[in-house]
Every structure is written in C-alpha cells, then in structure tokens.
C-alpha cells in the first residue's frame, strides 16, 4: 500500500506574492526534498492550489482578507520555485476555500498506509486539509510536519500544531 504527501498551497502568493512571509520561503528546499523522496518510492503526492478570480474581493473570504492573491492562471498562482517542476508527478488540486473537497472524494475512493501533509498555511489550509484527510481517512496514520509548514503568525502556527495533535494527527 502507497503513502500519499499533500503539498498545501506552496504557491508563490504565500510564499513570497501578495501574501508571502520569511518563514514559508525557508520551506522550499525541505518540501522539495520530501517530494523527491516520495517519487522514488512511487508513493502519491497531490498538490492542492488556492485558486481564486477577480471577483474574489466580492466572496466571504473576500471580504474578511481583502488581499488578491491565488488568481488562477497568475504568477502568484503558480506553485512555487523548484516545487513546480515536481507537478508533473502529482495530482493538481485546486480549491477556492481553505479545504479541498475534491480531496474528501479522492481520499475515499483511495487507500494509503499513511497520509503526510506539508506547505501553507499551517493555521488554516494545512489545518483545515489535515481534518478533511483524517475524515476521509479515519484510520489511516495522519502526519504534519512541524518544520515543512508554516504560517506569518507563530503564536497560531503552534496553536494548529496542538490543535492537530489533540485531533490524533501525529506532529513531527
């Protein structure tokens, strides 16, 4: 049976875009090397993509971070840096809220021996696709790694990592 990674919106709008921060750009290297580990043991890697319009500013989301980013098919929209070159390994998912629904469907239909999750940001999107992957999945093995995810605000970075941990999702 495979294990599965999930790349959480590495995309260069929260890397170094419109919502960019020092922290998410010292993950590349880390996630890239866990990507390369996972294709050589033909593992699966899906990549999920926040991915909005123009008419963002107008949605929910919108309006509570009036901030344009993840505008499909811009720069920011892009995964980033070196993680780009790895898509071709992975499925794309793209999803225009903080969790995939598309990953519930997959996940169901699939089974792995342990989902890993890296990327951005670990207080929202990491957090909320972690959730989506453990009630998909409730007895697969569910990790995040502490030191391949990120957020711009540490005190909440630590706060998703105890959260998960209390959810039964190992952090390592």
Known sequence: MKKLLIVVDYQTDFVNGSLGFKKAVKLEKGIVNKIKLFIKNHDDIF?????HDDAYLNTIEGKKLPI???IVNSAGWQLHGEVRKYAKYGT?????????SKLMTLLTTSKYKQIELVGLVSHMCVLANAVISQTASPNTPIVVYRHLTASFNSKLHQQA???LKHLHISIK
């Not at 990549?47 to 991915?51: E, I, L, S, Y």
């Open 92 to 100: 794309i998912i793209t999803k225009s809220s903080f969790g995939a």
């Open 47 to 51: 990549f999920t993509m926040d991915t």
């Open 68 to 70: 344009k980013h993840a």
């Open 161 to 163: 990592l105890n959260v």
